[in-house]
């Protein structure tokens, strides 16, 4: 699995996609322990400017290789358009509570969206009923049953698995495709009420497995 970090410089609309040197692509194993979702963060790094070197860093994030560069992609996918910011060093915010932190009992909730974008179809076997159980599905394998085993019985997840539902974000990186889900979703109860979001998209939009 992969990471996708961005962040919206102060001052800027756009959103800058963050590569972490020496990490294969920002792969999640390799990746510093403790960056999540709404860490506060102190980045030092800079740039890229060179057309080239930002081509072949979003194609090793996304295992594409140089294909993604030369446009094997669908000629209907946008590319990431996205600048990179390279990071040289970082320093954690300290957070208060984080040291006393023990792992409870909790249930969570999460939709899952079928997204099928700028006419990208899911494949047939994508349905609604397999990816429920694949997911919330109680089965040995599925995500249910190994998240309770590795958490030992601490950790479940509700939820609903919605779609396929069709849009076109006008690039093809991870958050600008989430921004435009949720803009299509947002207000409704399936996304409101449920605390984890995630998407299905077809290879040909995302290739990397996993990304988060």
């Known amino acids: 699995a992969r990471l996708d970090v961005g962040f919206v410089p102060p001052g800027h609309t756009q959103m800058v996609q963050m590569v972490f040197p020496g990490t294969g692509g920002n792969a999640g194993r390799n990746m510093p322990m403790g960056l999540l979702h709404g860490s506060e963060v102190n980045f030092t790094g800079y740039e890229e400017k060179s057309e080239n070197a930002t081509a072949a860093m979003k194609a090793e994030m996304t295992d594409?290789?140089?294909?993604v560069v030369v446009g094997s992609v669908q000629q209907q996918t946008p590319r990431d358009k996205r600048p990179v910011f390279v990071v040289e060093s970082f320093d954690f915010y300290a957070v208060e509570g984080d040291e006393d932190r023990r792992l409870a009992k909790q249930?969570?909730?999460?939709?899952i969206v079928l997204y099928?974008?700028?006419g990208n179809k899911l494949n047939k076997e994508v349905t609604v009923e397999r990816v429920t159980s694949s997911f919330f599905g109680t089965a040995k394998g599925s995500f249910q049953q190994v998240l309770g085993v590795c958490s030992r019985g601490m950790v479940s997840f509700t939820g609903k698995v919605v779609g396929p539902?069709?849009?076109?974000?006008?690039?093809?990186?991870?958050m600008t495709t989430y921004i435009k889900v949720k803009e299509q979703l947002e207000g409704t109860p399936d996304w409101d009420n449920n605390e984890y979001k995630l998407m299905v998209v077809p290879k040909a939009w995302i290739s990397?497995?996993?990304?988060g």
């Open 107 to 111: 249930q969570k909730t999460a939709v």
């Open 64 to 67: 594409s290789g140089t294909q």
């Open 165 to 174: 539902i069709d849009g076109c974000p006008d690039s093809s990186d991870p």
């Open 116 to 118: 099928q974008p700028c």
């Open 208 to 211: 990397v497995v996993g990304l």
